[in-house]
């Protein structure tokens, strides 16, 4: 059986719970806190050397980081997977696009907002330039949702990746009341079948004793 480490409120860890409620695989859940430092055990660095979640264990044992790659490893051959050479590049630059432009300022945004009880000197001189950016992350995917979804007329794992920390984007502050494509959106992929929370346990999970 898969065997997934991840900590609820990622928003990374989030995007592999949904996929693989979405195909409706049944797996382990293995729940790390980081606030305990989880992750920095000789145990969980042997899985992840970067000690992070999520951190999905195949059925040979073997592990697989970086949540990107697990959504791509997940959706192989699946309907989550973009068909056709350009759709699967457009499907990549979404997802490059989320690692470098959306979740260094979204996901950052909303942690030291909602998780860190006191922000140091150096994370609120950055804070500005994070939401500034983070801005500018959501003015491109407005402007890219005229469409129902972000590659090929279809829900995919591109809509996936982005939609993990987009949802909870205003835990950071960021207003999505002015991103009437973006909300619209964001009702299309919750509406979809296999849908949970990112604070839902899916019932394909069994939780690790």
Known sequence: MLRLYDYLPSGNGYKIR???ARLALPYELVEVDIH???TRTPEFLRRN???RVPVLELEDGTPLAESNAILWYLAEDTT????GRL??????????FEQYCHEPNIAVARFWKHYVPELSPLQKLDLPERMKKGYAALDVMERALARPFLVDGRFGV???SLYAYTH???EGGFEL????????WLGRVAAEPGHVTIDQRPASARRAS
Do not use: H, N, Q, S
């Open 36 to 38: 305990k430092a989880e």
């Open 158 to 160: 591109a809509d996936i």
């Open 49 to 51: 050397p970067i000690g």
């Open 87 to 96: 759709a699967r590049a457009e499907t990549l630059r979404w997802m490059f």
């Open 177 to 184: 009341g002015r991103y009437p494509a973006i909300r619209a």
């Open 168 to 170: 909870v984007a205003e």
């Open 80 to 83: 989550l997977a973009p068909r």
């Open 18 to 20: 949904l996929a693989l």
